[in-house]
């Protein structure tokens, strides 16, 4: 018999999007699922819509709760959740019709405790394949790591993957942080034993406008790296490997941060004060950079380095 699976969907603000994505989980070939819709406050339509899908299909069950942000949504939905393997769908984005069906053979076959497939990146209306597996893969708890900590193939977004529920219930999605998925997925990593990879394509991932411009704010980017940090500190007593990949990649992320960063005069002194705090991290990843890092990489951490307060616009005059 087919196990229940639990789709948890957190809504703030998506009515324009929300639909499309309840009718794609609707329309699963995998029958067997329970729908999880948490309103997390959200001030427009969102809720009524919630309700009106309720009344299409019994599978669905909303809750209203009072707004904590996308983290305390996620728990609020994995304490409600009853199926044996959970899924995270963000509310504006969308999933191929065989999703699921795909995931649980993939992850029951191969006897695995997360199984993922690969997404793409949907953006003015184009759809761009990210970077993902050629063939259908298993790894080991110590391959699937790695890669996870390099952030190339196996990113840290929690949707594009299914979790046996005894294992993902165990680590809470930090409340009021952004970045939650690199805060905890490598601890998820860690106490799995094997990771299953289907080469298909069956997450849609929308970039929205909106999206963007919150991502831009400067105080969200200092949590980026923040959250780098703390992953950081989790890794590095583990072994020299994971402690040098976590250090390149908080040096990397200050490369993108303070290269690609467009900021307000009120800003500044933000900027450099944060630049100052992070700056020691460059000088004493020479090492983890060299072995890590893409030319792009080492080009946008030099710039950093070099130009320091004014490499985002220097950065900028080049590209143009």
């Known amino acids: ?61 909303t809750f209203h709760k009072k707004n904590g942000g996308l983290s305390d949504a996620r728990n609020y939905g994995l304490k ?21 069906e795909i995931l649980v053979n993939t992850l029951e076959k191969n006897n695995a405790d997360i199984s993922m497939c690969g997404f793409k990146l949907i953006q003015n209306g184009t759809a761009n394949n990210c970077n993902w597996f050629k063939q259908d893969t298993l790894l080991s708890k110590k391959d699937a790591l790695k890669m996870l900590l390099e952030n190339k193939i196996i990113t840290n977004h929690a949707w594009n993957k299914l979790y046996k529920k005894t294992l993902i219930e165990k680590f809470p999605f930090p ?3 952004l970045y939650e998925d690199v ?16 080469k298909e394509y069956l997450y849609n991932y929308l970039m929205r406008n909106d999206s963007i411009a919150k991502i831009n704010k400067i105080s969200n ?11 950081y500190e989790d890794m590095k007593n583990i072994s020299k490997e ?17 290269t690609i960063q467009t900021f307000t005069k009120e800003d500044r002194k933000k900027y450099k004060e944060k630049l100052n705090n992070y700056f020691e991290y460059l000088k004493n990843g020479k090492k983890e950079i060299r072995k890590y890092a893409t030319k792009k990489e080492k080009l946008r951490i030099i710039f950093v380095r070099f130009f320091k307060y004014n490499a985002a616009k220097i950065f900028s005059i080049i590209k143009r």
Not at 83 to 96: A, C, N, T, V
Not at 183 to 198: D, G, L, Q, S
Request: charged share 30%.
């Open 1 to 61: 018999m087919n196990k229940l699976v639990s789709i948890i969907v957190p809504i703030y603000k998506v009515e324009e999007y929300l639909k499309k994505c309840l009718d794609s989980i609707i329309g699963q070939t995998y029958k067997n699922i329970e729908i999880i819709l948490v309103d997390d406050g959200s001030p427009d339509k969102c809720g009524n819509i919630c309700e009106e899908y309720v009344k299409k299909d019994t599978r669905i069950k």
């Open 80 to 100: 409600k959740a009853t199926g044996k393997y959970i899924l995270f769908i963000d509310s504006d984005d969308w999933i191929e019709p065989k999703m699921i």
């Open 175 to 177: 409340k009021g942080k």
């Open 183 to 198: 805060r905890i997925m490598h601890n998820v990593f860690m106490n799995c034993n094997k990771v299953a990879i289907t």
């Open 221 to 231: 980017r200092f949590e980026y790296i923040d959250a780098f940090i703390k992953r």
């Open 242 to 258: 994971y402690k040098d990949i976590c250090y390149y990649q908080i040096c990397n992320v200050i490369g993108i941060v303070f």
